[in-house]
Structure formats: structure tokens, C-alpha cells
């Protein structure tokens, strides 16, 4: 018997987790029996054992016949199975590559924010609150974190990936979060990811967060507004796309042009989304975790 860590072999895994169905297969190793015979020696009721063994008949372990006996038919149960090998997916660890780039979220190369919005580096501010002018500031490029209620903030990701490396999965994580003017936990947000010129998905993010410092944010920030972010996982690969374990789409890496010399990130939150809750990036001073965007590539 072969299985894997599908659904479909569910059922083995939760026949074989019980004392009494793992005695009743040692016990139809040796021999054929019947439901009776079976009570007897484990000590229970045939009503208990019947219960049992329909367990192992589902998930196709033993087999169930009727035969004649002294006094009518009788069910006669056998052992189905020899063995069982267990398929693991392959891990990407171990069997697979990858090229890695960091882009700094003040590294964008196009965007359109509308207020409340702003942008400031792990020791000041950039410019004033609420005016877009200042995205456009020189030291944007330090930026460690960055927020706007409506638009989108473009990126461009090195690729490195060569012609004769077939690509697998397109991982790119960030910490982000909503945008409410100080913080709110429960501000839902609809963000919407491209890459290449391609939608992939929309996801929600749950509110925009306060109340506890940042790990990494800088003593200076102020405590009534936003602190931290989520870490989430845009994972696009031959099959679909999730936010971690979330199915967003089935936009897969055969609808992007995955060759080309970089690779375009648009994060948005659109003016027709049902939650336009605004959106906030975290890069590696500020919030709970220590990184800009990170993009890895996984080949083979």
C-alpha cells in the first residue's frame, strides 16, 4: 500500500491510530476471524469490535467476507496489506536552489499614494505627513517604513535566474500591515498584489497595529501610532498562488513572464476594493521583523 500526506490517505492514518485496531491487525496476521473470535480475545463486545473493524475496512486494511458456519453465514475478517510506504513531499531544503534579492521598501521606482500617507528612516521623518511630494524625497531610499490609504507602491527585484534553470516557486515576503491616521486592530484592508503586470491575488490584512512596541522600531516613533506588521509569504508556484497557506488564485508561474531580467512587485490598495483600509511596509528598522521585501526564486 502506498501513501502520501493527501486527504486521501486520511483514512489509513486514523484506522491505525487506535491500541485496539492495531492488535486486531497483529491478530489477523496469523489468522483469519471472525467477529466473535476477535471479541474473545481482545475482552470487548462484538458491537465494540464490529465498530472497529468497519475502521479498518475503509481504509482498506482488511477485508470482510461471508462464509458458511455451523449455524448460517459469518463474516470472516482478513488482513488486506502487507506493508505501507509513506511518500513525503520532497523538501525544497534540501533538493532545491535559489536566488535571493533584498529591495529596501524606499527603493520603489513608481507609486501613487493618496493621505492619510507618509514615509520616515529609523531616525526621522521624510518631509510632512500627508503629502505625496515627499515620496519623492531623496532620502526616500532609507525609508524603514511607509504608508498611504489609497494607491500603489511599484518595485522592480533583480532576477537572476538563468535560461537553462526551470523555476519551481517565487516566494516574496514583507511586514505589513493596514493604515489607520494612529492604529486599529480591527481596520480591515484589501491589498492587492501584481507581479510582472499580472494580478495574483488579493488579501485581506486585518488592521493595522499598536498598543506593544515594534521589536525593531525606533525609540523615537511615537507609541499612539502604528508599531508592527504581519509577516506574510506571497508564494506563486507551477500550480497557484497563496499568502502563506491561503489560496489567493490560480495565477501560477506559467502566466508570468519569469525570465525576464527583473521582476515587477505592485502592492496596491485599489479605489474599488470593498475594504479600503490602506496599507503599511515595514522595512528592517522598524517592526517585528528585520527585513525590507524578500525575494527568493527556488530553481531546479
Not at 5 to 11: G, I, P, Q, Y
Not at 216 to 230: K, M
Not at 257 to 273: G, Q
Request: glycine share 6%; net charge negative.
Amino acid at each position: 500500500m502506498k501513501l502520501d500526506t493527501s486527504e486521501e490517505s486520511l483514512a489509513v492514518y486514523e484506522a491505525l491510530a487506535s491500541k485496539i485496531r492495531l492488535q486486531i491487525i497483529r491478530l489477523l496476521a496469523d489468522n483469519a476471524l471472525n467477529i466473535k473470535e476477535l471479541a474473545e480475545k481482545l475482552g470487548l463486545s462484538s458491537a465494540i469490535v464490529t465498530m472497529h473493524i468497519k475502521k479498518l475496512e475503509k481504509a482498506r486494511l482488511i477485508t470482510t467476507e461471508r462464509i458458511p458456519g455451523k449455524s448460517g453465514t459469518q463474516k470472516i475478517s482478513r488482513l488486506a496489506v502487507n506493508d505501507a510506504i509513506i511518500n513525503f513531499p520532497k523538501s525544497r531544503q534540501i533538493d532545491e536552489q535559489w536566488h535571493e534579492s533584498i529591495v529596501p521598501i524606499g527603493q520603489y521606482v513608481d507609486f501613487s499614494v493618496t493621505p492619510s500617507c507618509g514615509l520616515a528612516t529609523d531616525t526621522a521623518y521624510i518631509g510632512k505627513f500627508d503629502d505625496p511630494r515627499y515620496f519623492l524625497d531623496a532620502q526616500r531610499v532609507n525609508a524603514g517604513i511607509l504608508w498611504f490609504t489609497q494607491g500603489y507602491m511599484e518595485y522592480k527585484i533583480p532576477n537572476f535566474l538563468k535560461s537553462n534553470q526551470t523555476p519551481d516557486l517565487l516566494e516574496i515576503s514583507f511586514e505589513i500591515a493596514s493604515e489607520f491616521p494612529s492604529y486599529k486592530e480591527n481596520w480591515p484592508s484589501d491589498i492587492t498584489f501584481s507581479i510582472n503586470q499580472i494580478e495574483v491575488g488579493t488579501w485581506t490584512s486585518p488592521g493595522d497595529f499598536g498598543g506593544t512596541k515594534g521589536k525593531f522600531t525606533p525609540d523615537w516613533w511615537p507609541e499612539a501610532i502604528n508599531q508592527y506588521g504581519l509577516l506574510k509569504n506571497l508564494r506563486i508556484d507551477q500550480e497557484e498562488t497563496r499568502m502563506n497557506d491561503e489560496i489567493l488564485s490560480s495565477v501560477s508561474l506559467k502566466n508570468l513572464d519569469i525570465h525576464r531580467e527583473f521582476l515587477t512587485l505592485r502592492i496596491a490598495v485599489n479605489e474599488t476594493a470593498k475594504n479600503v483600509g490602506g496599507c503599511t511596509l515595514f522595512g528592517s528598522g522598524f517592526g517585528n521583523y528585520a527585513q525590507d521585501i524578500l525575494s527568493k526564486l527556488y530553481y531546479h
